[in-house]
Structure formats: C-alpha cells, structure tokens
Nanobody, 126 residues
C-alpha cells in the first residue's frame, strides 16, 4: 500500500504558475503508474496528466503544452508544474497511483487507481 499527500495548491491569477507535489509514503513509487486527476464543481473527475512505470507521460488536451508532470524516485515524489493557468483550471486536484503499468486508455480511468490523495484546491482568478 501507499499513502499519497498532495501540497502546493492555492490561489493564483490567470497566466500564473503553480507546482503541485505529491509525497508517497509506505512504498516506493518506482514501478507504479502515477497521475493527476482534477474535479471542478458539477463536473466529473478528469485525468489530466499521467506518468507510467516506464516514464512515458500523457496529458489531456486541455492542459497539453501548459502542464508537465515529473517524478523523483529518490524523493518518492510526483510533481505537476502548471503554467499559463486559466480560470477553467480551477478545481480540486488529486494525486493517484496504481502499483502496475497501465495502458494508454486505462490511465485515463479513475477506477484503475486504488490509491488517491486527499486533494489540493487550485483556484485561478481572471
């Protein structure tokens, strides 16, 4: 099992940047498929960035070119660098983990991730 703890959320103006961190405890995340989901009020959870056990990354069209996810196995931490933030990026952001490699289509499904952090709020004002 692994426990995930997000940090780094907050309020920022449109065009600004934030970096989210996700610390993993209880097991090494090397070999895991890791990712970030977000959920805005009244909307479904959306996979926005994933990094598979082989290091390959994937992004939702809505954040492609603006967000970058990376992983530091020595620190057992996942990061999400968010640039050029827009008001529509306002949401609760969740770190997720699965103790296996996931196919490209499976990575987008919340049901594929047994481990979730508690979430961190990101608010972008215009």
């Amino acid at each position: 099992q692994v426990q995930l703890v997000e940090s780094g959320g907050g309020s920022v103006q449109a065009g600004g940047s934030l970096r989210l961190s996700c610390g993993a405890f209880g097991n090494t995340i090397s070999g895991y498929c890791m990712g970030w989901f977000r959920q805005a009020p009244g909307k479904e959870r959306e996979a926005i960035a994933t990094i598979n056990s082989d290091g390959s990354t994937g992004y939702a069209d809505s954040v492609q070119g603006r967000f970058t996810t990376s992983q530091d196995n020595a620190k057992n931490t996942l990061y999400l660098q968010m640039n050029s933030l827009k008001p529509e990026d306002t949401a609760m952001y969740y770190c997720v983990a699965a103790a296996r490699s996931l196919s490209w289509w499976a990575r987008r499904l919340p049901t594929q991730y047994p481990y979730w952090g508690q979430g961190t709020q990101v608010t972008v004002s215009s």
